[in-house]
């Protein structure tokens, strides 16, 4: 048992040191030189976990003095909240920032068309697309129309000041949010909404050598001619957090995580379920600080668990179970705002965690209800034959075993007694004629 818990133990601190990226572990250092360009790729939905990563990369460029930074970018969208995250890294950055979206065939669709938009120098290759801002769901569903309106004006200002402050058309920005409007990389630099055309970096490079841009520092002229290119690729770390901060993964894990808590509870000394159980919970959590959660919907999951462990101890004919299975489906419906989470995803999850719940509470119950068979407890109530008279003391033959035995009256042998009570060796009986 203490070799399991050892074990268990430096399982849990390893991942512990993993996320959150003590020293040493899942981390990717480099060093860098003024001569040197520093391209962080950013493909896939934006959530926490990409927009953690374009931090790191973008601190990583300024701490080693980086002539540029050039952000890849091929995004569908993603949270608003990652996404002012990674703006307001790049606003604030000390080294220019240029946003190439390529190669041919990407796009920066809603939080990309920002995030373009914000850097010093925003760049596409041809054959790629920008627009389509409107806000959404994380699942794609429209937001209600009260709703949408509230989020739609300010991501509206949100947009017409970023471009305003780079010199870029603020009009197009606003129509793409409000209208869902999208256009090519030569439409794009026709309007105004980039600086011009690359089909790769090399020429990114040669067409920027020499162009002035402002950063918090001041104005700085880029000379990138021959810069040397290091890319900052995503570490194991980096591939983790990028996983956990989807909304799905972060439900599948919170029922994980709860499962195997329950299950360590319902059967002590199990272990296994238990560790897998704690580390799950750890990774949800982790997922839940940086997703907008909706805590009734939490309290509601909880209150399901707290349901099932009670079945355990009273009879309700199944009322507490089901009464568990509907607080945990609604609580399921209701845990994200505004990111939804899909639906085909979390129902089966429901039925499969829930009847998970069910059938060790009902092993539980039955656990609990059943006559011990074993021990001393088991002997109680058991018919046995005398061996040697009792009088007051002597030997029976009861539960596969002879004990020493007490009576309040004489029984002979061959009689058969029924065990009334331990009391250390010696067991307490009385005449039976069963």
């Not at 919170?254 to 000394?269: K, V």
């Not at 101890?313 to 845990?335: A, F, N, P, R």
């Not at 085909?344 to 039925?351: A, G, N, W």
Request: proline share 4%; charged share 20%; glycine share 12%.
């Amino acid at each position: 048992m203490a070799k399991h818990g050892t074990a268990a133990f430096f399982c849990f601190v390893f991942i512990s040191l993993a996320i959150l990226g003590i020293p040493g572990f899942g981390t990717s250092g480099m060093a860098l030189a003024e001569n040197e360009v520093f391209i962080i790729e950013l493909e896939g939905p934006i959530n926490p976990g990409t927009a953690m990563y374009v931090i790191r990369g973008l601190e990583k460029a300024a701490e080693q003095g980086a002539g540029l930074a050039i952000l890849r970018l091929d995004t569908p969208g993603g949270l608003a909240s990652s996404m002012r995250t990674i703006i307001k890294a790049i606003l604030n950055s000390p080294i220019p920032v240029a946003v190439w979206v390529g190669p041919s065939g990407a796009g920066a669709a809603s939080a990309g068309v920002m995030i373009t938009v914000a850097a010093h120098i925003a760049t596409m290759a041809p054959g790629t697309n920008i627009g389509a801002a409107h806000p959404v769901t994380a699942g794609g569903k429209d937001i209600d129309k009260t709703m949408s309106e509230k989020v739609v004006n300010d991501m509206a200002a949100y947009a017409r000041g970023i471009a305003a402050d780079k010199g870029r058309n603020g009009e197009w920005v606003e129509k793409a949010i409000r209208e869902s409007v999208s256009i090519t990389a030569a439409e794009a630099l026709e309007n105004n909404v980039i600086d011009l055309v690359a089909k790769d970096i090399d020429e990114l490079l040669q067409k920027i050598d020499g162009r002035e841009v402002s950063v918090p520092g001041g104005k700085i002229t880029l000379k990138t001619a021959d810069l040397k290119k290091t890319y900052f690729r995503p570490s194991w770390r980096d591939k983790v957090l990028k996983t956990i901060s989807d909304p799905n993964i972060a439900y599948i894990l919170m029922m994980i995580g709860l499962a195997g808590l329950y299950f360590e509870l319902s059967h002590p000394g199990a272990i296994f379920p238990g560790v897998i159980g704690a580390i799950s919970l750890i990774l949800a959590f982790f997922s839940f600080q940086t997703l907008p959660v909706n805590y009734a919907g939490l309290l509601l999951i909880a209150l399901a668990i707290i349901f099932f462990i009670v079945e355990v101890k009273v009879t309700s004919y199944g009322v507490l179970s089901i009464g568990g299975l509907i607080s945990m489906t609604i609580g399921s419906l209701m845990l994200f705002e505004d990111v939804g989470g899909s639906l085909k995803l979390k129902l089966p999850t429901i039925l499969l965690v829930g009847g998970f719940f069910v059938v060790v509470a009902s092993l539980a119950f039955r656990a609990f209800r059943t006559r011990p068979m074993s021990g001393t407890d088991g002997l109680l109530g058991e018919v046995g034959m005398v061996k040697e008279r009792i009088d007051p003391e002597g030997l029976i033959f009861v539960h596969g075993e002879y004990w020493r035995a007490k009576a309040r009256e004489r029984v002979e042998p061959g009689e058969k007694v029924e065990v009334e009570g331990v009391e250390g060796l010696v067991l307490s009986v009385k005449k039976t004629s069963n």
